[in-house]
């Protein structure tokens, strides 16, 4: 008997919400929309610092770099052998990488040179990796192989720092667990990336320090800065830590450029929260007049909260994963990756935290749900004759 009561308000509250469905609608539009921008920040946001996670999980626990007045310089490879000689430190190997522009496509590359992490942390979707000593060859990321219409075999035309066209025969192409990490990469042997970039004798573009204890990081970061006062040291939770900092950052920012669409919907629930109108006090003052009891109108309006946010919330949530994951998230991706670098398109590999879910319904759902049952409830005290008098 109670299930079928409770049916029967629920069947009640659906079709009193088809009689009012152009202002439903109007408000599960907004609702949408609302939910849709939100949930594009989020997940784009959160994707970002994902990918970023990953490429930094197989990272050494310290970078050394060299800075000349505030900028990165090169780093001489006679300090591999004084760091190798602080206690703690494991192995320091050079690498040599840098960025090429691409006029063509008006898109950045990444140049490194192959070494071990290459090799062992990526792996190819088909050909092979270039060899340390070969020449004129090169993998290169699937992003720069779609905006170049590369496949194996072709040639891959780069100008050198003193204006010289080199070609590399692509012997390779990319497939990693992160597209972000190999999309705009292009690996070659040393001897090719030094005559590319021209790059002097007996330096590197940083230095890669591994560490016995990870514990002690800090405290050998604090060591090689003593002792050679014009390098960086870069510890890798700090990196994680700085890409966290900035994706946030730029995710408030895109929120603020929302604030006008926030501030609507935040006045949507305010009004709903200050009263009802006089068709809904009526209507209340109806079915208290037929017999419903103070509970029964309380179920009705909590139903058809429930009914119009989640409704809403669903279409908002998938018209984002969709936007974000399947779209590239057009409207907000620019924003999220940089001014400065373009990058080849890439499709970022879907994920959902249930946290982000959860706390998403508790910013829009439940505040909604709450705007709607409590002016009922101060309404359906009063007296029914009273209510339906207006």
Do not use: C
Request: charged residues 25%.
């Amino acid at each position: 008997m109670s299930l079928k009561k409770h049916r029967n308000i629920l069947d009640y509250t659906l079709q009193s919400l088809l009689r009012r469905k152009f202002k439903s609608m109007g408000i599960i539009i907004v609702f949408t929309s609302m939910i849709f921008m939100l949930g594009s920040i989020i997940f784009l946001s959160y994707s970002f610092k994902r990918e970023a996670s990953l490429i930094l999980k197989g990272s050494p626990e310290l970078i050394v770099q060299r800075v000349i007045a505030g900028r990165h310089d090169l780093i001489s490879l006679r300090l591999i052998k004084e760091i190798s000689e602080i206690l703690g430190v494991n192995r320091v190997k050079p690498r040599f990488w840098g960025y090429y522009y691409d006029s063509a496509i008006k898109a950045n590359y990444t140049i490194l040179a192959v070494d071990d992490a290459v090799l062992k942390d990526n792996r190819l979707l088909k050909g092979r990796m270039p060899r340390s000593h070969e020449k004129n060859v090169t993998a290169i990321g699937k992003g720069i192989a779609n905006v170049r219409f590369i496949d194996l075999g072709d040639k891959l035309s780069l100008q050198s720092a003193d204006g010289r066209w080199m070609d590399f025969e692509v012997i390779g192409i990319f497939e990693a667990d992160s597209d972000l990490l190999t999309a705009d990469l292009i690996v070659m042997s040393y001897i090719d990336f030094k005559n590319l970039v021209k790059m002097p004798d007996g330096m590197a573009t940083d230095l890669l320090v591994s560490i016995y204890n990870e514990a002690e990081t800090p405290t050998i970061a604090r060591k090689i800065k003593e002792r050679f006062p014009d390098t960086r040291p870069l510890l890798r939770d700090e990196i994680i830590r700085t890409y966290d900092a900035v994706f946030g950052w730029r995710s408030g920012l895109i929120l603020i450029g929302f604030i006008g669409a926030l501030t609507s919907f935040i006045i949507l629930s305010w009004d709903k929260a200050m009263g009802l109108s006089a068709e809904e006090k009526k209507e209340i003052g109806i079915l208290k007049a037929i017999g419903w009891e103070t509970s029964d109108v309380l179920e009705m309006k909590f139903w058809e909260g429930l009914v119009i946010s989640l409704a809403s919330f669903l279409m908002g949530i998938i018209l984002a994963y969709l936007h974000v994951f399947f779209l590239g998230a057009s409207l907000f991706a620019p924003a999220l990756k940089g001014w400065s670098i373009i990058y080849p398109d890439f499709r970022l590999a879907p994920f959902i935290n249930p946290y982000q879910i959860a706390t998403l319904i508790a910013i829009t759902v439940v505040p909604y749900i709450a705007s709607t049952i409590i002016p009922s409830w101060k309404v359906s005290i009063s007296d029914p004759d009273e209510l339906m008098r207006g």
